[in-house]
């Protein structure tokens, strides 16, 4: 399984980002995708996870009603829509694969390689 995130970039505060995340494998559709991020100095915190067929959703508290994350499980990507931006929320994001519904980032078995996001102010 390899999982590629892509779609990181420069924005200023109050813009918008989408990431995309294409895995590989026909298995895509079985499993929960989360999406996790870890600014400079500071631990790798969850993001936001997705059910298997987008019927469950979860948010950490620091983005919720402005990030949605979805997938296409024809595509097998999963997404991540990014609105109101702040500062803040500059960091790597990754893109990962969950054994189980969790937002605990050691029950995710497969890593992209992570994708840039800086937000200036």
């Known amino acids: 399984v390899q999982l590629q995130a892509s779609g990181g970039g420069l924005v200023q505060a109050g813009g918008s980002l989408r990431l995309s995340c294409a895995a590989s494998?026909?298995?895509?559709?079985?499993?929960?995708m989360g999406w996790f991020r870890q600014a400079p100095g500071k631990e790798r915190e969850f993001v936001a996870a997705?059910?298997?067929?987008?019927?469950?959703?979860s948010y950490a508290g620091s983005v919720e009603g402005r990030f949605t994350i979805s997938r296409d499980n024809a595509k097998n990507t999963v997404y991540l829509q990014m609105n109101s931006l702040e500062p803040e929320d500059t960091a790597v994001y990754y893109c990962?694969?969950?054994?189980?519904?969790?937002?605990?980032?050691?029950?995710?078995?497969?890593w992209g390689q992570g994708t840039l996001v800086t937000v200036s102010s």
């Open positions: 494998g026909r298995t895509f559709s079985s499993y929960v």
């Open positions: 990962a694969r969950g054994v189980i519904w969790t937002t605990t980032p050691e029950r995710y078995d497969y």
């Open positions: 997705i059910s298997w067929n987008g019927g469950r959703t």
